[in-house]
Every structure is written in structure tokens, then in C-alpha cells.
């Protein structure tokens, strides 16, 4: 059981660059997230997947996309990189969007992905 | 939106001493406040959480507490020791309902503990 894994690592990018982030689970959970971590300011919602085939804006979409490739994968897109989205990104997953108690509010983060870019 | 500020930013007690961080909500709605630490190059854990319905929770040595009137709550660590040493996040969100489980994070507290 991997949990949540993320690729790349790492990542180093030029001001107008392109790429994506990925991210899948394996522990069947309905629900996933993008957060991005900046010094000082904890995690930010960038956006969210309530359930597949759904996705949904958090506190800071500007300059990303997503999407939801199936139940296990959960893509983060830069369209044109610029210097303000250096950050490290993190993938998370839980099993419902809605907890109503129990364990199903529970967010599993993956190792994170460490982007800069230039 | 929520917010949730936290502190104290860092902080440095002696192996074995008690650790307390703070933490303060703004939106009374939220009703489940999770408590995550990260290590150093990995992805946040959760340690422990609590929801609106009760004032603490306990789990060995980590307890949090929470004052729904005052909109805050706390982490409290005892005997800590030097594998306590990572940064801790508090965060808020209305979880329990269909308002969703977006969570709210605080800014992060590093807790370095001197054996």
C-alpha cells in the first residue's frame, strides 16, 4: 500500500514553462486536493475533487489547472510557469469530501514535489 | 473565509519539558480541527484531531483541547522528545457537514526539542 504518491520530486522550470504534477492513491478514496506550501503560510488549497469526474476551485486556482483522470489520479497543471508559483506542491486524498464523523475526514498527504521556478 | 493563525512560530523546549501551540479560528461554522505534523522532506501526518462536539481529546503523550466560545484550540505535547522535533499544523474546516472538508492550515509552528 504506497498511499499517495507524487511525481516529480523535483522540478526546475523557466518563467513560461509548461508542465504537470502527478498524483495517484491506491487506498480507494473518493475525494482529492492540491495544496501548494509557502515559508510561513502553511498549506493553501489550490483546487479540490470532491468525487471523480468532479473538480472544484480552492483558496488560490490562479494560473492552474486540473484534472481528475480517474478515482485514483489527480493531475496539477502550470500552463506558463512564472516566478510567484515556486513552492513545494503536495497531493492529498481522503475518503469522502463530507466526513458526518469517523475516520472519512482524514487527509493522507503524498511526499510533496519541490518546483522552482526561474 | 476561514482563517486560522497560529502560534507561537517556533519553538524550543528541553527534552522532557511540555510543549503547547495555539491556535485561533475565525468562521464558527468549522467543526473539525485536525492537528498535523511534517518531517523534515515529507508530507504532513495527521497526529491527532477533534471535532466541535467535544472540549478534549487525548492520546498518550499529545492532547488537544478546544474552546468553541473563544473560536481556539491548542496542542499540547508532553515529555517531549528529540523524535517530537518537526513542524506542526493546525487547521479548521466544516468537515462534518455537507459544507465540505477543505481544510484551513495555520502558518506552522517548528518545534525543536534540546536533548
Known amino acids: 500500500n504506497a498511499g499517495v504518491t507524487q511525481t516529480p520530486k523535483f522540478q526546475v522550470l523557466k518563467t513560461g514553462q509548461s508542465m504537470t504534477l502527478q498524483c495517484a492513491q491506491d487506498?480507494?478514496?473518493?475525494?482529492m486536493y492540491w495544496y501548494r506550501q509557502d515559508p510561513g503560510m502553511g498549506l493553501r488549497l489550490i483546487y479540490y475533487?470532491?468525487?471523480?469526474?468532479?473538480?472544484d476551485k480552492g483558496e488560490v486556482p490562479n494560473g492552474y489547472n486540473v484534472s481528475r483522470l480517474n478515482k485514483r489520479e489527480f493531475s496539477l497543471r502550470l500552463e506558463s510557469a512564472a516566478p510567484s508559483q515556486t513552492s513545494v506542491y503536495f497531493c492529498?486524498?481522503?475518503?469522502?469530501?463530507?466526513?458526518?464523523?469517523?475516520?472519512?475526514?482524514?487527509?493522507?498527504f503524498g511526499p510533496g514535489t519541490r518546483l522552482t521556478v526561474l | 473565509g476561514e482563517n486560522v493563525e497560529q502560534h507561537p512560530s517556533t519553538l524550543s523546549v528541553q527534552e522532557g519539558d511540555s510543549a503547547v501551540i495555539k491556535c485561533t479560528y475565525s468562521?464558527?461554522?468549522?467543526?473539525?480541527f485536525p492537528w498535523y505534523k511534517q518531517e523534515l522532506g515529507k508530507g504532513p501526518q495527521l497526529i491527532i484531531d477533534?471535532?466541535?462536539?467535544?472540549g478534549e481529546k487525548k492520546d498518550q503523550r499529545i492532547a488537544v483541547t478546544l474552546n468553541k466560545t473563544a473560536k481556539h484550540f491548542s496542542l499540547h505535547i508532553t515529555e517531549t522528545q528529540p523524535e517530537d522535533s518537526a513542524v506542526y499544523f493546525c487547521?479548521?474546516?466544516?468537515?462534518?457537514?455537507?459544507?465540505?472538508?477543505?481544510?484551513?492550515f495555520g502558518g506552522g509552528t517548528r518545534l525543536m526539542v534540546k536533548p
Open positions: 492529498a486524498s481522503s475518503e469522502a469530501l463530507q466526513g458526518r464523523g469517523g475516520r472519512r475526514n482524514e487527509q493522507f
Open positions: 475533487s470532491a468525487s471523480e469526474g468532479t473538480t
Open positions: 487547521a479548521a474546516s466544516k468537515g462534518l457537514n455537507n459544507a465540505g472538508n477543505m481544510l484551513t
Open positions: 487506498m480507494n478514496h473518493n475525494s
Open positions: 468562521d464558527s461554522a468549522s467543526n473539525y
Open positions: 477533534i471535532r466541535s462536539n467535544v
